[in-house]
């Protein structure tokens, strides 16, 4: 039996009603985290956020990279062949559609993707990156970046491979983050997304930075044989 308040989806039902209660979010697992950022988001994008009348964007903020999916299209796509994190990040970061995304992943995919699956992925697209790993920061890269959830898991004595059932994915481009847990087609400021974090008491590290520097040379030679 499903003991946690804060299961099956998000709204006054979800039972997520202390904002910056994430104790119990830790607790009940990676989807309950996802539930409390998402009210939280709404609470800041809701109560902060004056349009621009010409462009729709906040006042004083950078106007948003275009995104080739729309909400639809992500809920059709997750329910579809479970696109999550890995697959809205790439194709947000590099402007490319779901569908583009799915054809480049490696198979088998099965709803989450490794930092491989991600450069393989990239490498498919035509895209060079720069790649640093091992970090604990929580700078974001213009790219894509790999979340690490802090919490137990993290713990001496646990397995590594438990961690990765709390880790995540965002793509960051001109300022602008796109980051599923919070609005899965729409991008925000990146001060936003660390308000949002921080307004959860919801503590996290960056672990793998994939700068995106140009299409890859061979590529283009290709493209001329």
């Not at 979010?25 to 004056?50: D, E, F, K, Q």
């Not at 796509?77 to 779901?98: D, M, N, Q, V």
């Not at 959860?200 to 960056?206: A, K, L, Q, R, V």
Request: proline share 7%; charged share 20%.
């Amino acid at each position: 039996m499903n003991s946690c308040p804060l299961e099956g989806g998000v709204g006054p039902a979800s039972g997520f009603a202390v904002e910056g209660d994430m104790r119990t979010a830790l607790l009940c697992g990676p989807a309950s985290i996802r539930n409390a950022v998402r009210l939280t988001a709404l609470r800041i994008l809701g109560a902060s956020i004056t349009p621009r009348p010409d462009s729709g964007a906040a006042v004083g903020q950078p106007l948003s990279p275009s995104l080739r999916f729309t909400d639809g299209e992500s809920r059709r796509a997750h329910e579809k062949w479970k696109a999550s994190c890995g697959p809205h990040s790439i194709a947000a970061a590099c402007g490319r559609t779901l569908d583009d995304v799915r054809l480049a992943i490696p198979p088998p995919y099965r709803g989450w993707m490794s930092p491989a699956m991600v450069g393989d992925t990239l490498r498919t697209l035509g895209w060079a990156y720069t790649l640093r790993k091992g970090l604990k920061t929580h700078e974001l890269c213009e790219g894509l970046n790999r979340v690490q959830w802090e919490g137990k898991w993290l713990d001496p004595g646990v397995h590594a491979s438990v961690a990765y059932f709390h880790t995540h994915w965002i793509a960051k481009r001109g300022g602008m983050v796109l980051c599923t847990a919070i609005a899965r087609a729409r991008w925000i400021p990146e001060e936003w997304f660390g308000a949002t974090h921080r307004a959860n008491g919801n503590p996290f590290h960056i672990t793998h930075h994939y700068v995106l520097a140009s299409k890859i040379a061979t590529q283009r030679y290709l493209d001329f044989v």
